[in-house]
């Protein structure tokens, strides 16, 4: 039997962490939340607070709880905090059992142009990218098939606001203004890439539980709408004609690691074909989706049960508070946000959870 006093350290307190902060709390671990003090999870009645005020602290911190609690198991349930770890304390991942786990997976993981190489490998097509650094030095600006998206090949942010998350760039002109606003860190850090088309409909997500580059636990999804670009407000399961696809090629993709967690591989349907957009290697945000589908994860992935039950039926997400907001830019969906909220035994809600209210009346207030 396990101790109900067993800690375990939740890094980053983003709607991800909230999801973990309370499943852990339930099944009485001792859970410790680190994140910055407005981040919605720490608004929760569950966890033990510790609000940080910059990286350095940060690390201050992590030490700190290093010493008291030698190997404690972390969840990073943040991508900009698992960069910071990743590129500023490495050493993060030899003083806790860390999920996600396998570093060297991570790091292939977190890294589009490394992600697309292991796509490269397995025949899955992705948008054809450069790095802006090599946009730049090649003087390929004028090669480009326009328009292009720009992204972030990885995160290098964490309390500092980057310029921007996407940018669309309609031809050459406009490239050769962004060059001249980015630093030489920004331009070795974002992709050009063709884009594949504004229609949020057609993307599609994978989310999983991987040991070792296995999966155990999956669903497939399509982000029905989206509050903005990568921020969806209502998620559906797919069972559709291109589900296997999905599934086929996300796992051989990452049978290529030795990968540990969750995470979520982003897709985009053009003329009938599917695009590797990319991977997510940490904690999704309509993770919760997950815990609809199989009601036994948290124990499943904890070691407590060996195996997970799946929900049979189709099962739905919704963050109602997005979606209200796309719902007044958009009246002719409220029938469809309606027909999802009173479907109560396939949908589950983001933040909102009736014995643990606050963190959904603050994202209210923001």
């Keep these: 039997m396990r101790s ?30 680190i994140g910055r003090k407005n981040e919605i999870a720490m608004h929760s009645k569950y966890a033990e607070k510790k609000a940080i005020r910059s990286e350095e602290h940060l690390v201050l911190e992590l030490n700190s709880l290093a010493n008291t609690y030698p190997k404690l198991k972390a969840h990073v349930a943040s991508g900009f905090y698992l960069a910071f770890l990743m590129n500023h304390f490495p ?82 002109a406009e490239m050769i203004d962004l060059l001249k606003a980015l630093n030489d860190e920004e331009k070795n850090s974002l992709l050009s890439q063709d884009f594949l088309g504004a229609d949020l409909r057609n993307n599609f997500s994978y989310g999983a539980y991987v040991v070792d580059g296995k999966v155990c ?17 209502v998620v559906e399961e797919y069972t559709g004609k291109y589900t296997k696809e999905i599934q086929e090629q996300s796992q051989a993709i990452l049978a290529q690691t030795q990968f540990t967690g969750f995470l979520d591989v982003e897709f985009k349907i053009k003329d009938g074909k599917l695009y590797l957009l990319e991977v997510n290697p ?35 997400w919704i963050n109602v508070l997005r979606d209200l907001v796309l719902i007044m830019r958009k009246p002719s969906e409220v029938f469809h946000m309606l027909k999802v909220l009173f479907d109560f035994n396939k949908r ?12 959904f009346f603050y994202q209210m207030k923001r």
Excluded at 292 to 313: C, D
């Design 217 to 233: 636990l999956d669903i497939s999804v399509n982000e029905v709408r989206h509050f903005r670009s990568g921020v969806s407000s």
């Design 348 to 359: 589950t809600f983001d933040v909102w959870d009736i014995s643990d209210p606050l963190p």
């Design 282 to 316: 940490r904690p999704f945000g309509f993770i919760k989706i997950m815990k609809k589908k199989y009601p036994e994860l948290i124990p499943y992935v904890m070691g407590r049960k060996e195996v997970a039950y799946r929900n049979p039926k189709p099962v739905k």
């Design 4 to 33: 109900s006093k067993e800690k375990i350290l939740v890094v980053g307190a983003g709607p991800q962490a909230l999801f973990l902060v309370r499943e852990l709390s339930r099944l009485q671990y001792h859970v410790i939340l």
């Design 91 to 172: 050493r993060f991942f030899q003083l806790y059992q860390v999920m996600p786990g396998h570093k060297a997976s991570i790091e292939q993981l977190m890294c589009k142009a490394k992600t697309y190489q292991l796509a490269k490998n397995t025949d899955v097509l992705y948008p054809k990218s450069s790095l802006l650094a090599d946009v730049e030095k090649l003087k390929m600006v004028n090669q480009l098939s326009y328009p292009q998206i720009v992204k972030w090949d990885r995160d290098i942010f964490l309390y500092e606001k980057p310029k921007f998350k996407t940018r669309l760039v309609g031809n050459t």
